[in-house]
């Protein structure tokens, strides 16, 4: 059979579906390779969601394309950027060999198979993609071993004017809870002590129309896997976000006082314009219940500048709104226009290097308001995870998390320390913090 690697680009979503391929050829008696170099087949897993990631995405199959003049024999391209140009992809993207859309994975060990005909780019693509995860095949992780993003759905229904989304990843789907829990204890049997829930709105978990208390159901299942010790929830849309799921995240020693909800700007007129569908009034509404069922929280969002006729008034309700919130993580991405959807056609454009200002000042600010939050933690025991050594320091020196930070997106813990080991639980007491990270050594 033949050797195949996998990289990949975008979320923490995409990175669950290469694995879901490695998986599934790995089941089917191919062997998986780490390094590029020694790998008769390169699976490219892409990224289209903006401009950026496209390019990304294009350039590193250009890149990758090279090694088809050694040990490469075939140069699969999968995912998104595949389905964002369709019948167009393989014009598009004529280094590929075969391209794969969204949820056209399980092709892979048939197209690779012995006499498989590789005359020509074999497309295979559908308008209207089904992405849900190979139910019948187990993953074969890149993350570290102790913790594991574990995809609850896929595709989105809620239609924001500015998102490819429902065009890439199709209509809103949800795994059964079954086989979700199922995949659970099979991730905590591999070694993972923390549980991260992803899709595009995980908030929207749950059949069809019965929706209602469904997201409440599987947190409580996953708090029952004796082995999980930190359940965390991404990309929860505060439309969406039920009480009943505040109350058990308060009441849980599993699930982490963090939560990730993105809200893209504050000014109501924007708001609209960007069809999200609540008002600021109900935005800090739900901001103020979440800070008082669960004290203490760490709260991670995601905001837009330079979208369509934000002007310096409305940047500056932005810019005073996140003053007063003092988010605990902040992300902010300029406004990219993106043909097809409903705001490339808006009056009122900003130009690039207005956009690309705010957000610096947006950061700027940001990076001082975390940098006073951190100050809370000096002299403090903290649970920590550990995730691995820190670069070039021997095992004295450990990178950590803290319940408040997820993996590669937030800041970590320095701590110190010999004899820690990934997936170690320890208690830190912390003496130092910078901006974003803080410094520790381990009780002893």
């Known amino acids: 059979m033949l050797k195949t690697a996998t990289i990949s680009f975008g979320c923490p979503k995409n990175l669950v579906d290469s694995e879901l391929m490695l998986g599934l050829l790995r089941e089917k008696g191919f062997d998986c390779v780490s390094s590029l170099d020694d790998a008769e087949v390169i699976i490219v897993n892409t990224c289209a969601f903006i401009e950026a990631a496209r390019r990304e995405s294009l350039s590193a199959i250009r890149r990758l394309s090279a090694h088809k003049k ?4 075939l140069l699969v391209v999968a995912g998104c950027l595949v389905q964002y140009y369709g019948r167009q992809a393989p014009k598009a993207i004529p280094e590929a060999d075969i391209l794969l859309g969204v949820g056209q ?43 594991a993003y574990l995809k609850i759905a896929d595709g989105c229904d809620n239609r924001c004017s500015y998102c490819l989304i429902p065009r890439l990843r199709g209509r809103y789907r949800s795994r059964p809870l079954k086989e979700i829990v199922a995949e659970a204890a099979r991730l905590a049997a591999e070694g993972v002590k923390e549980l991260i829930l992803v899709a595009q709105d995980t908030s929207s978990f749950g059949p069809e129309g019965r929706r ?48 990730d909800l993105p809200i893209q700007h504050i000014n109501d007129r924007l708001l609209a314009r960007m069809g999200r569908p609540l008002s600021r009034s109900r935005l800090e509404a739900l901001l103020d219940q979440v800070r008082e069922l669960i004290p ?20 500056q309700e932005l810019v005073e709104f996140v003053r007063w919130q003092r988010f605990d993580h902040l992300g902010v991405f300029a406004y990219s226009r993106e043909k097809g959807t409903p705001s490339a056609r808006l009056r009122g454009r900003v130009a690039a290097a207005v956009a690309a200002r705010r957000r610096d000042k947006l950061l700027r600010m940001q990076k001082s308001i975390s940098r006073a939050r951190l100050r809370r933690y000096r002299e403090k025991s903290l649970e920590v995870i550990i995730d691995g050594p820190f670069p070039d320091r021997g095992s004295e ?9 997820s993996p590669e997106v937030d800041g970590v813990v320095v701590v110190e320390g010999g004899g820690l080991a990934p997936g170690d639980l320890v208690k830190v007491t912390i003496k130092e913090s910078s901006a974003y990270d803080l410094y520790g050594v381990a009780d002893r």
């Open 397 to 405: 020196l450990m990178v950590a998390r803290g319940r408040f930070q």
């Open 105 to 147: 994975y399980s092709r892979l060990p048939l197209l690779l198979g012995p006499g498989a005909d590789r005359a020509g780019a074999s497309l295979f693509w559908e308008e209207e993609p089904v992405p849900l995860p190979l139910k019948s095949s187990p993953r074969l992780r890149s993350a570290p071993r102790h913790y």
């Open 296 to 315: 203490g929280i760490s709260l991670r969002t995601a905001l837009m500048v330079g979208f369509p006729g934000e002007g310096e008034e409305e940047f």
């Open 212 to 259: 209602q208390g469904a997201l409440l159901q599987l947190l409580e299942r996953l708090e029952g896997i004796d082995a999980v010790k930190w359940i965390r929830l991404l990309y929860a849309h505060p439309a969406h976000l039920r009480e009943d799921v505040l109350r058990r995240m308060a009441s849980s020693s599993k699930i982490c006082s963090y939560l």
């Open 70 to 73: 050694k040990n490469c024999r």
